[in-house]
């Protein structure tokens, strides 16, 4: 079974910026990124086709945050900009079962062990 892993994650002002990275052990499928806030329930943020011709966002994070992948490395990545308060939570990537765009956290098999930001108001 394929492992995922973040990096990426931090302490940053609100307006500041942050990249996350998740590098699989294996090629995978479709991915997607997701967090959780203390007392939340675990939440769609953004999602990429295997070959990255096509993403997906939640609405709270559309455009300011950017997904991408670069296959060759394997590596998923969450470019976010102009973060808010409101966006601290663990991150976590995913990785799913096919190779569309997927919303939903069942369609996703295998997800790495969550990467925290924090944005200071």
């Known amino acids: 079974q394929v492992q995922l892993v973040e990096s990426g994650g931090g302490l940053v002002q609100a307006g500041g910026s942050l990249r996350l990275s998740c590098v699989a052990s294996?090629?995978?499928?479709?991915m997607g990124w997701f967090r959780q806030a203390p007392g939340k329930e675990r939440e769609f943020v953004a999602a990429?086709?295997?070959?990255?011709?096509?993403?997906d966002y939640a609405d709270f994070v559309k455009d300011r945050f950017t997904i991408s992948r670069d296959n060759v490395k394997r590596t998923l990545y969450l470019q976010m900009n102009n973060l808010k308060p409101e966006d601290t939570a663990v991150y976590y990537c995913?990785?799913?079962?096919?190779?569309?765009?997927?919303?939903?956290?069942?369609?996703?098999?295998?997800w790495g062990q969550g990467t925290q930001v924090t944005v200071s108001s």
């Open positions: 990429i086709t295997w070959s990255g011709g096509t993403t």
């Open positions: 294996r090629r995978t499928l479709g």
């Open positions: 995913a990785a799913a079962r096919t190779v569309e765009v997927h919303k939903s956290p069942p369609e996703f098999g295998v």
